[in-house]
């Protein structure tokens, strides 16, 4: 059982490496949203990973925090973010 454990945490692993090099050379503040949000994602289905192997369910109360944050940080964001393109018309003016 424990390659289950071990197949896991290189998928984890590897999804968070791919995630980090798109949050770091993302074109648009858009696709590095995207990027976040992915992120946030994979590091909640890590902990929840981690405490269905440990059997240690106070790492969950974690999980909400997670949720909750990253819901209202990508809401702000797109919410109150200036468009790339007008971003660069103002620095040609």
Known sequence: M?????????????????????????????DRLMALDTFVAVSMCAIGTWAAFSLDTTVTY?????????????VSVARFRVPDDAADKDDRS
Do not use: D, H, K
């Open 2 to 30: 424990n390659w289950v454990w071990i197949i896991a945490a290189v998928m984890l692993s590897g999804a968070a490496a791919v995630t980090m090099f798109r949050l770091l050379s993302g074109p648009s503040t858009l």
């Open 62 to 74: 974690s999980l909400t925090a997670l949720a909750l944050i990253s819901f209202v940080g990508s």
